[in-house]
């Protein structure tokens, strides 16, 4: 399996950006993604993920009621809507999947070696 995010960019506080995540590889019925970032010199994070298991979103603090985590099955794409976007959300943005589902979303997000396929970063800059 193969990931690709995109969608990054450099954007003014208060703005808004989308990122995806396309899978390709393999087709996917039952499974697990989610959003990490890591800011320079701090350790890596998981904000946001969604696993088939309990179909319940996890949200990180620091995001919760400014980001959205949605899915298209069809394309096996990934999004993550990031609105109200502040200067501490500059970061390298990854996405990672399991292709079962084996726990809950907020595991996902709390233990990152549970997701087994990581794509290649994409950078978001929020400039104040």
């Known amino acids: 399996v193969q990931l690709q995010a995109s969608g990054g960019g450099l954007v003014q506080a208060g703005g808004s950006l989308r990122l995806s995540c396309a899978a390709s590889?393999?087709?996917?019925?039952?499974?697990?993604m989610g959003w990490f970032r890591q800011a320079p010199g701090k350790e890596r994070e998981g904000i946001s993920c969604?696993?088939?298991?309990?179909?319940?979103?996890y949200y990180a603090d620091s995001v919760k009621g400014r980001f959205a985590i949605a899915s298209d099955n069809l394309k096996n794409v990934v999004y993550l809507s990031m609105n109200d976007l502040k200067p501490e959300d500059t970061a390298v943005y990854y996405c990672?999947?399991?292709?079962?589902?084996?726990?809950?979303?907020?595991?996902?997000?709390?233990?990152?070696?549970?997701?087994?396929?990581w794509g290649k970063g994409t950078q978001v800059t929020v400039s104040s």
């Open positions: 990672a999947a399991s292709l079962v589902a084996y726990y809950s979303s907020t595991y996902y997000c709390q233990h990152e070696n549970g997701l087994d396929y």
């Open positions: 590889g393999r087709s996917v019925s039952r499974y697990a």
């Open positions: 969604m696993s088939d298991l309990d179909g319940r979103p």
